[in-house]
């Protein structure tokens, strides 16, 4: 009693037991098969009961000496009291205790802990009622966390999608940026070419009224070749407004046949603008190598679009990066090309950037994981590229790369 329900030392609990001592606490898995483990259960129990201003008293239930007045029978009930988040709380484990003298001294060789279950009635000897009642509890207590759960899912669920739409915005807003910057180069040769053409118009509207004839058709000509520039440089203008627009559009969720040799030249092209506006010395060779037999492919063509923008911006800030810190003759390129075989079609975006180290691998395509400066990445393109690919078109996004000579993404869409 003094080892269980006070403090005489743990150490010393040999002293008192058997070397065999068995016996079993008050719950399922307190069997105890060893001093050691009976220490162990003391030792927990001390440091469970810390801080609760445990009160114990004791009311003798029966006390037996059997066999040649070598064993004892000790049987009391325990009235412990403690105080539990703020309440004074009772319990009564009922102890039975076997001992026997051995050496001129008596040690415990059998223990037994139980609770008394709270039973209603004299029919209800098996606590039937009162395990219903706890049934119940159980059931309302689970009804109650499945409730939460369900909330909690349901918040996690739109921050989820508010981060996707957030990522959306970030890399959209940055492209957008850069492509407005980027259009400004054909519109200033419209400008200026239209400028200088309106001028040809004044010296040969001169020439006319001179009579000058060879010099009219020589400027006529002139003309001709500056219309031809601000309608080339128009029309470059307008292809990088289209794309964009295309772009921003909402994903329809719906699949479109499409041609994705053209999508994945635009996203190139694309990213290409969105790249260089941001780093002005920025270089690369871009390589296409376009299989001439792709048929048209189902898929959301913003959604791929998204994750084409994704894979070759990611390519290109890869080669970036390895240019700034590497000098000498290293030439930054980044390949896109096509296949289709008889059950799939493949798009690959390879760059010789500096390549991804294994244990990098293996992150990347998590949410959130981004070796890039703060500011610079989110993390999420990779994560929201692979569901794309592997939730909305049934395809696998993987990934090869040598760390030092480059990596290349794949992406497989199963052909329909
Ligand atoms: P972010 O670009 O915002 O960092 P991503 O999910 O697109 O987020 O990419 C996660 C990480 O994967 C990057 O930070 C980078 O470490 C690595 N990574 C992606 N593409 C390449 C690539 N082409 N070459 C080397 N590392 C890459």
């Not at 909330?151 to 921050?159: G, I, M």
């Not at 940026?177 to 200033?188: D, F, K, M, T």
Request: proline share 3%; net charge negative; charged share 25%.
């Amino acid at each position: 009693k003094q080892l269980c329900f006070y403090d005489y030392p743990i150490e010393k609990s040999a002293g008192v037991l058997d070397a065999d001592i068995m016996g079993y606490g008050t719950h399922i898995d307190e069997e105890i098969k060893s001093i050691k483990e009976f220490n162990d259960l003391l030792a927990l129990q001390r440091k469970a009961s810390f801080g609760l201003d445990m009160q114990v008293s004791e009311v003798p239930v029966t006390k037996k000496v059997l066999g040649n007045g070598d064993v004892v029978l000790f049987v009391e009930e325990m009235q412990l009291s403690m105080n539990v988040e703020g309440d004074r709380v009772h319990i009564c484990p009922r102890i039975s205790t076997i001992l026997e003298y051995q050496n001129d001294q008596w040690f415990v060789v059998h223990f037994h802990g139980s609770f008394a279950q709270g039973s209603e009635g004299d029919e209800d000897t098996w606590s039937v009622n009162e395990m219903k009642k706890r049934n119940e509890e159980l059931e309302r207590t689970v009804a109650e966390r499945t409730q939460e759960l369900k909330e909690s899912l349901e918040n996690l669920k739109a921050t989820q999608s508010q981060l996707i739409h957030a990522e959306k915005m970030a890399s959209l807003g940055e492209l957008t940026a850069g492509i407005a910057h980027e259009i400004q180069n054909p519109l200033n040769f419209v400008n200026n070419f239209s400028e200088v053409s309106n001028e040809l118009i004044g010296e040969m509207q001169e020439a006319l009224e001179d009579g000058e004839l060879e010099e009219v058709k020589a400027i006529s000509v002139d003309l001709g070749q500056n219309l031809e520039k601000i309608n080339h440089h128009g029309k470059r203008a307008d292809s990088i407004v289209k794309s964009m627009l295309q772009h921003s559009r909402n994903s329809t969720g719906q699949m479109e046949p499409t041609d994705l040799n053209d999508l994945c030249d635009e996203c190139l092209r694309l990213a290409y603008h969105g790249m260089r506006a941001r780093e002005k010395a920025f270089n690369v060779e871009m390589g296409t190598s376009f299989d001439p037999k792709l048929e048209q492919v189902d898929v959301i063509p913003q959604d791929m679009g998204r994750v084409l923008l994704n894979l070759i911006s990611n390519a290109f800030q890869a080669v970036h990066a390895r240019q700034v810190s590497e000098s000498g003759n290293y030439q930054p390129m980044v390949a896109v090309s096509t296949q289709q075989s008889d059950n799939e079609i493949r798009i690959s975006i390879q760059d010789n950037g500096p390549g991804i180290p294994e244990d990098v691998k293996k992150k990347i395509f998590q949410p959130f994981f981004t070796t890039k400066p703060t500011g610079q990445g989110t993390g999420l393109g990779l994560s929201i590229s692979h569901d794309i690919i592997a939730i909305g078109h049934g395809g696998k996004l993987t990934v090869e790369s040598e760390p030092g000579k480059g990596s290349t993404f794949i992406i497989s869409l199963p052909k329909k």
